[in-house]
């Protein structure tokens, strides 16, 4: 597939009629080709859109009944597996007691905004919530919010992030070149991007980066350089907006300097520093926020994806006067914050809370990354593997001392994961990288399955693509 190759609905059938599934689930997908718009992630992350009737823990089922380990996890939204019975059951209680109430605080909301700013080491150390329902909405609310407070335009951040596909988040989305395919929108024409270092790209991205001097050159950029500008108080920049992990991207970690060399920058310059944790946040890393590893405080905080169990709930968390700069219905948003969706965000907050459970995490990142490096031993087209607790990325080449991505592997190791019941995402500056995004609790036994069914899908995939690239 092609980025940017235009798809038909002939186009569609004919793929429903290659994938290996059985013949419900691909009468479901025949129907969902006819009614739901091409341009979601459905006909992009598989040929064919699986087709799933039920979830259980790390497993799901499609209509044929055919069972696949979710090593997506709905990109990190089901973080404690599909139904978990804390959270089947936080809903069910909630949705008979009260279900929405405007955006209106009520005592599951308060609770949950409690939790959050108590559990957010946030810049000045006073913090207040502004709920939300998805991903962009929390980041469009950062950025109105920073634009209100600091009078300034622009949103300064990093070449490859994600940060949502709506009107007001485009432009800030550089992933997979997605700001320069599609029309970027109302954010777009205020926005500035700067390099992200990783270790491993370094040099290499085809964003231009290398490695830390990318923010050695933001600073550069911001000083005025030869500008006759070169007071910062001219600077036109209310902040600098990043993921402290590129995640839609690949799963790419960068060093840890990163985030402190933003907000070294951010306080030379009086700039506001916001950190996406829509997908690094709520213990994926190993901790509660990802940025933690870095030890900075953010003024402000987005979360999303696993905050509402599995229903749709987006939290800003920021420096109160930041939030008290609105006059009351500055702000609204009629679904924010629904009754249901923040029942089970306590239930998150009470899982994520429990004694032992980030050591857990660690662990079981460390049981994959133990099974990684003994695939890689053995596949030298495993060129790097992205670790920190169970936020994984998995990195291929052709040419190991050249670093030569091979999208074909990666394309050739997802099909034949598929056809074994294994759901792999895909990503990557140049369409090269697996990232692995399993439950945290994901038991040890389907750890080591995973392993082996990616192992065996790998050995196929070499052999077929052996002779081309690899
Ligand atoms: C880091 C990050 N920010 C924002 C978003 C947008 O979230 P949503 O798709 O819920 O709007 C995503 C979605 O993948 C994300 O990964």
Known sequence: ????????????????????????????????????????????????????????GSLLYDADGKEYIDLLSGFSVSNFGNCHEKLTEAIRGQAGELTHFFDFPHPGRIRLAERLVSLTAIRGGRARVLFGTTGSDGIESAVRAVRYFTGKPYILTALGDYHGATFGTIGLTSRAGMNATYLPGGAGNAVGFFGFPHAYRAGLSAYGCSGMEALAELDRNLSGGFSPYADGSTLNVAAILAEPFQSSTGYYVPPRDYLRELRRIC?????????DEVQTGLGRSGKLWAHEHSEIEPDILVTSKTLGGGLPLSAVVARAEILEQWIPTAHINTQAGNAVACAAGNAVLDMLEAPGFFEEVKRRGERFKKGLDAIAAGHPGLGYIDNEGLYLGLEFVSDPVKKTPAP????????????????????????????LIPALNIPDELIDRTLSILKESMDEAWKKVKGKTI
């Open 408 to 435: 074909e592997a990666v394309a050739a190791i997802r099909a034949e994961g598929l056809k074994r019941g294994l759901l792999l995402d895909h990503g990557g500056y140049y369409g090269n990288r697996i990232p």
């Open 1 to 56: 597939m092609s980025v940017g190759a235009k798809v038909t609905e002939a186009d569609l059938f004919a793929r429903i009629e290659a994938a290996p599934f059985g013949e419900k689930t691909k009468a479901l997908a025949r129907r969902a080709a006819q009614v739901e718009s091409i341009g979601g992630v459905a006909w992009g992350l598989f040929p064919a859109t699986p087709v799933m009737v039920r979830g259980s």
């Open 267 to 275: 306080d030379k310059y009086g700039l506001l520093l916001i950190v």
